[in-house]
């Protein structure tokens, strides 16, 4: 085979050159970004994965190599050999890290011609669909954009490293063919071919391994981890994902948001060059609700739930006195400045808490004449005083109710908090906000399957005072559990472990697993419990997530060099696809079709 690179060596990245290194002779090698005929002079962009340089093809310094130029095409792949100079004056690119220079070529060596590419591969040019980015996605990737992301999360895995080494962390991989266990997702299972009729599960988190490197003696442990989950996706859901996964013996809470704090601090300031304070802010799961009508509250911006059932459960607007007089809730949201709203765009606000649940959207504006709203009749002064002081009302606000069970109050306003906030550009950019959310409920009521389930997993401690409700009230039951929320996104998420029999057999009683069913699933756990398990807890975070905050973007997808789409194909590769019958034979399984 021809040895195309024979008596070349490339010299530096196409991102590498500046001024310093002018008269240097060079060998640069990427592909063609573009190229410009200048009249007589033939100007190419290069390209690699660090940047572009501007090379030039002048006839006076090599009419042979200017002669090839002149065939060079989009995504052409070459080699360049010649002396790094100045650009002209007035020519210099100041936007471009390689802009002061440029290669005069006196050599051009064709690697590979390229098909006409089927979109635009420069960032301000792209307009086309993301099924056709994803069809061609070795070509997507490209894109400065989305190089630029890549290396953004080689560079963040390696910083995760480093911190975890630095604090006294181990790296140990865990199993992806295991058994299936309940983990709040469907699994993705795979038959086994020398054990007829029994499949493997992929893991949707190696909760269990690593607390088995707890009881192992392994103290502190660390991986980034592919986990599988077959759920609806979204934006920031992928089938297959990495988690940054950490566990640690013989410590509280204390001790992992400590480490997790300064693993952020470091994370941000390594990446982005930004300070991040500490410690962060912590509030229980039911301060969130209260205030924010969701578990992972973005604190960027106001728009605040509060509680004003007391103050209507007297009035004579029925609709709030009947909820009141029910146990449920009236809440409200004050509108700073959007009684300029329109009575169709209240319209629309009502529309959109209705995909909630909520039965209506009650309304009042603070006008200089006072209240104006269908309610104002029902309300005395006195009233009506009293709830612009609860929600401190002035003149310009919109105030906006719902009123109907908790679960459909905190819903519905919760979500039109979020949605106000992004429409009206309540949100501050460049801002990075955390905090914990702590005490979660152990366990939920789950009404289709009429018994309670864990929140987050049944390997979670309760905390010690709540221990008696397991029997009597076990939705009263709070977790040592805890969330780390970024920007209204859980970025991670982690616990307390149960590490002694009697405490995880209370638990698994009041989930409905029974002693053979316990003993069937997660036996081997059971039987290392036995064995002098020390007190441990941990957490994990979806990398993917962090990586997209840490870019910028809009979409996991963009981070990760061959995602899936929503409905969990890979269009590159045609996958999940069709399998030859004698695969299925050998498996034992038969398609029923």
Not at 143 to 159: C, E, I, K
Not at 271 to 287: C, H, N, V
Not at 421 to 448: A, M, N, Q, S
Request: proline share 5%; aromatic share 8%; with cysteine.
């Amino acid at each position: 085979m021809l040895d195309t690179l024979a008596g070349l060596q490339r010299t530096h990245s196409c991102g590498a050159l500046r001024r310093e290194d002018v008269d240097t002779e060079v060998v640069l090698m990427g592909w063609v970004q573009r190229r410009r005929d200048h009249g007589g002079l033939i100007f190419v962009d290069l390209r690699d994965r660090e940047g572009l340089t501007q090379v030039v093809f002048n006839p006076e310094v090599n009419d042979v190599a200017h002669a090839k130029a002149d065939m060079l095409r989009s995504e052409f792949v070459i080699a360049v050999r010649g002396i790094v100079i100045l650009r002209p004056a007035g020519m210099a690119n100041p936007n471009l890290a390689t802009g002061d220079i440029e290669v005069a070529a006196a050599e051009l060596r064709l690697l590979n011609t390229s098909l006409t590419p089927p979109f635009e591969l420069e960032d301000f040019k792209l307009d086309t669909s993301e099924a056709i980015r994803l069809r061609y996605r070795y070509l997507d990737l490209r894109r400065p954009s989305l190089m630029h992301n890549l290396l953004l999360r080689h560079r963040a895995a390696q910083v995760v490293r480093t911190y975890l080494h630095e604090h006294g962390f181990i790296e140990v991989e865990t199993p992806i063919l295991t058994k299936s266990t309940p983990e709040g997702a469907r699994d993705y299972l795979v038959p086994s071919r020398t054990n007829p009729g029994k499949f493997f599960a992929l893991p949707q988190s190696p909760q269990l391994f690593k607390q088995l490197l707890m009881m192992s003696g392994l103290d502190r442990y660390y991986q980034l981890c592919r986990c599988f989950r077959d759920e609806d996706l979204r934006a920031d859901r992928q089938p297959e994902f990495t988690q940054i996964d950490l566990e640690m013996s013989f410590i509280r809470e204390e001790d992992i948001y400590s480490v997790i704090e300064g693993l952020m601090a470091t994370l941000f300031q390594e990446i982005l060059g930004l300070k991040i304070a500490r410690p962060f802010p912590r509030l229980t799961y039911d301060e969130c609700i209260a205030r924010f009508g969701v578990d992972r509250p973005d604190r960027r911006f106001g728009l605040e739930l509060v509680d004003v059932t007391d103050l209507v459960a007297g009035t004579e607007f029925r609709t709030f006195a009947e909820v009141a007089a029910q146990g449920g809730l009236v809440k409200a949201i004050n509108g700073k400045g959007l009684a300029r709203l329109t009575r169709k765009e209240i319209d629309e606000l009502t529309a959109f808490v209705g995909v909630y649940g909520a039965k209506g959207l009650a309304w009042i504006k603070l006008t200089p004449s006072g209240w104006q709203s269908p309610l104002a009749k029902f309300f005395t002064p006195g009233q009506q005083e009293a709830l612009n002081t609860r929600l401190q009302a002035k003149e310009g606000d919109l105030l906006m109710f719902v009123a109907d069970a908790p679960q459909v109050v905190h819903t519905a306003l919760g979500q039109l908090r979020l949605h106000l906030g992004k429409r009206e550009k309540l949100i501050p950019p460049d801002t990075y906000d955390f905090c914990w959310v702590t005490h979660f409920p152990l366990l939920e009521y789950d009404p289709d399957e009429k018994r309670y389930v864990a929140m987050h997993h049944p390997f979670t401690a309760p905390l010690r005072e709540d221990l008696p409700l397991l029997t009597s009230d076990p939705g009263a039951v709070r977790a040592r559990a805890y969330d780390l929320v970024l920007n209204g996104t859980e970025v991670g998420g982690g616990s307390i472990r149960i590490h002694q029999r009697h405490i995880q057999e209370k638990v698994f009683a009041a989930l409905h697993i029974g002693e053979e069913e316990a003993r069937q699933k997660f036996g081997f756990l059971l039987e290392a419990l036995d064995y002098g398990a020390p007190p441990h807890g941990g957490i994990a975070f979806g990398f993917d997530r962090l990586v997209m905050i840490l870019a910028g973007a809009k979409s996991i997808r963009e981070v990760i060099a061959f995602p899936k789409t929503q409905k969990a194909t890979c269009l590159l590769t045609q996958a999940p696809a069709e399998v030859d019958v004698a695969q299925l034979l050998e498996l034992g399984i038969r398609l029923d079709r």
